[in-house]
Each structure stands twice: as C-alpha cells, then as structure tokens.
C-alpha cells in the first residue's frame, strides 16, 4: 500500500439531469472527458481549464453528438482518449466515435460491431 503526499480533496460531484439512477460513467484517461448513461439518456462532457487567477475547473456538455450516440451498459475510452465505445447490450453492438478536437469539440461515429448473442 502506498501512503498519500496530501489529503484527498473532492474536485466534482454530478448527477445525472432529473436525479435518473447512473448506469455507468467514465472518465478518460486524459482526464479532458467524463461520460455517463441513464436508461433514457447519455451524456458527454469536458473539462474546461480553469481560468486565470481561478483555480475552478469547469464542465461543458457536449452537443449536436451523432444519432448512434445513444444510451449504454458500459462505457469505455481508448487508453489515448481519442475514441470511445458504447456498448448497448439490448441490440448486441458496440459503436465505435473518435473524438476529433479542432478548437471545438467533434464526436464522429466510426463504426458498429455487432457481438454475439
């Protein structure tokens, strides 16, 4: 076990819109990105860097997401935080998006992988 330099402090606490029960959540390993899924919804956000002389990091939702961004069991970055899985057991895919980031902020959709029953 290793011994903490500092006390833990809390940077965020969420919670879902309408207080929904949260399925699963991730962060990315970039730490830029958080997303989580409800049964009727999903969201994406990022960080934002604090501003200056401010030490208040703040989350934006990202919107306009493409149309099979859609609620999910599981939810996982690629360890480079450029692509992101959903994994929607009901219909047995996983849908692949790449996160382009061009001074704003593009989920394209890659591809779908159908899984086995």
């Given amino acids: 076990m290793l ?8 940077l965020l606490e969420f919670k879902s819109k309408n207080d929904e029960p949260i399925i699963c959540a991730t ?16 969201r994406l956000f990022r960080f934002l860097p604090a501003v200056s002389g401010k030490n208040d990091t703040q989350l934006a939702r990202v919107k306009g997401l493409p149309k099979q961004f859609v609620t999910a069991s599981h939810i996982i970055f690629s360890s480079d935080s450029k692509h992101i899985f959903l994994v929607q057991p009901t219909v047995h895919q996983i849908n ?3 996160i382009v980031n061009n001074g704003s902020t593009d989920l394209d959709f890659v591809e779908s992988i159908e899984t086995s029953k």
Avoid: M, N, R
């Fill in 3 to 10: 011994a903490l330099d500092t006390v833990p402090e809390k």
């Fill in 27 to 42: 962060i990315s390993p970039d730490g830029q990105w958080l997303c989580y899924s409800t049964q009727k919804s999903i």
């Fill in 96 to 98: 692949i998006f790449s």
